[in-house]
Each structure stands twice: as C-alpha cells, then as structure tokens.
C-alpha cells in the first residue's frame, strides 16, 4: 500500500480518505493517532489488523465538536458537562453510556464509548473535514510507544495506513487522561483509568464530590472496565530500568553496571549520570513535564542508536504529570529497577 504524505494543509484529502472507509494517521496534542470511521465496523476492523493490536482492546472516539457526543454517547452521567466545558479541547477522555451505532468492535464489546475533542489544530481541522467521529488509538505497533512526532508516525504506519498527516513534534507527548463514572458499593464519582495530562487535581478542582479517588474506587473494578491495560505497553526495544534519585545512579555508574547504557532524567540527576565509567549518553530535563514530552522520541531515537538499556529516572511525588509519567515508565521497563 502506498502511504499519501499529507501536511496540515492536506485535512481535507484525509478527511475524505475516512469517509471511504480507508485509515489516517494524524497528530494530536497527546500523541499520534491511527483514525478510521468510528460508524464503519470495517474500517475499524483494520485499524487492529495494521497495529497488530489485541482485540479486548477498545478504542477511543475523537470529534471536534460537543454536537457530535449524541452521534455516539445514549447518555451523559453526571458531571460529564462540566468535564467537557473545563477541559475539551484537550487531553481528556471521558468514557459515556454508547449508543449501538457505535460497533462492538470499537468497544471491545464494552456498553460504554471513550470520547475525546482533541486541541491540536490540524486534529480538529481533520476532524472537522471528516465529518464523522473518528475511532482511533495510538498509532504506534501494538506494545510500542505511542509515536510523538512525524518520523515515529511514518516509522510505525507507512506502507499500514493510506495517509499520514504531518503535525509536527506533539506537545504533551504522553496519552490522554481516561476517566470513567463510577457508581459502586465502592463509591460513586469519575475516577481516573490511565493517567494524563489532565491531573487527579484538575478533576477534583472542578468536579469536587463527583471525583472518586483511585484509592476509593476496587482496582479490580477499574480493571474490568479498562481492559487493553493489561497488555504489554510503551515498550522499547532496548531494556528499560528505572531510578529515582541521583545517589541510586552514582552507586549503579561506581559499580560500572551500565556501561554502554543511556539515561533519561530530571536535571537534578544530571551530575551524576555523567560520569567515566557511567553510561553513553545523558538525557536531562528541566523538569517532569519536558521529559514527558520526550520520553517515547527518546525511546525511539535510542533505539536508533542502537544502545542495550535505558535508565529513566521516575518521579516518587504524587500528583501532576507524575502520576502519567510514573504510569508509562512502570510498563516500559515492566518494573524493572536499577540494580547495584
Ligand atoms: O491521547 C490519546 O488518548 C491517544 C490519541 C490518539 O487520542 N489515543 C490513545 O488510544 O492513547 P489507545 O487506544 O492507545 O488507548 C486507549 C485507552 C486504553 O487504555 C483503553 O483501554 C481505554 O482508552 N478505553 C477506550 N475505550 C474505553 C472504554 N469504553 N472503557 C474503558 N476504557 C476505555
Ligand atoms: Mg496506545
């Protein structure tokens, strides 16, 4: 299959490549996606066929507009209003009663539809000319990091997709926050299914006791209810292992234990990353934001460059980006840390 190189420009094209039923790779402020007719059970189909992707799991329904929720969503749940007017355009999904016309192969069987308006411009702007809602997940091979930029994107889908929009380097580089109403023996309020740049406080701070803690909420409950998340995710080729302070990596790089080996961190634990017998190449960042923003084009340039093993520093603080970053890191490396 030939693979059309579309820029911003290039939307409209994309959007009638959707409504024939064919798939496009576009950016979003998140990470890249790989789009279809959310109303076409065909073209959704594909979409799992060109990931490789399990299907159990469901996917996430894009629009660009709040009139298009009716088109997929029977009901909204309480506070979903306030959701949507505190944080659409953005980085949030909120999972909704679906109505049938969305298929069971975009939900994975579930009664319920992930539904997200994304901020980038060239996302809306495809949406728009698409003028359906567009079912689309990551647009990485299944198991891989999500890509964040336009090399990763090609990398992953040429040859899989029949177009892929250029949007340049996304900008928060981790995937959107899924929350999804809960009403339990456990508690009853939205709470968080994977983490994102929409944090735990900016939920709470609107939603107030509409918001249940992940704490309250059973997490065999959350599991049931989100169930991609117990695949492999955001795996790079080489070894991941994680660190959370500097002194961890001076006493593995004294040990010599990662020759050869790269790391990603917090500025902080720069010094100490950089040493003789340490590793190959240092990646520091002014703060847990940029290195989120980085983490899965680091992946892939690392992979690149061919080194056995990254060590990623991980925030311990709650709250914020962390919880995201902290998320992702734990399936990249599988749980691996640092050893000395
Ligand atoms: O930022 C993002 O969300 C990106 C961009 C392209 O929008 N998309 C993305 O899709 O990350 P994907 O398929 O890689 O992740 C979708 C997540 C999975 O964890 C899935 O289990 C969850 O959303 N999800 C989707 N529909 C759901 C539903 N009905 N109930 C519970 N979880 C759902
Ligand atoms: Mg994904």
Redesign the pocket.
Known sequence: MTTELLTPDGTERAGELIRQGKLVVFP?E????LGADALDPGACRRIFEAKGRPQD????V?IYDRSQVDLVARALPPGAEILMDSFWPG?L?L?LPKKSAVSDVV?AG?D???V?M?RHPAALDFLKAAGTPVA???ANRSGKP?PTNFAMARSAMEGRAEAIIDGGQCETGL??T?A?WTDTAAGRGWTI??P?AVTREDLYSVLDDLYLSQESARDEDLLA?????RHPHYQPRAEVRLFSDAEELERANAAGCYQGWAVLCAEEAKNAAETERGPLLVRSYPGWIALARRLYSDFYELDSAGVPGILAQIPTEEGGISDALRNRLLKASAGRLIEF
């Open positions: 979003t998140t990470v890249y996606g799991n469901p996917l996430i894009h980085p999904t999972v939900t579930l319920t539809v992930g997200r994304p689309a997940p990551s999500s995937e959107s899924v999804a299914l994977r994102g209810r989100s169930p991609g998340t």
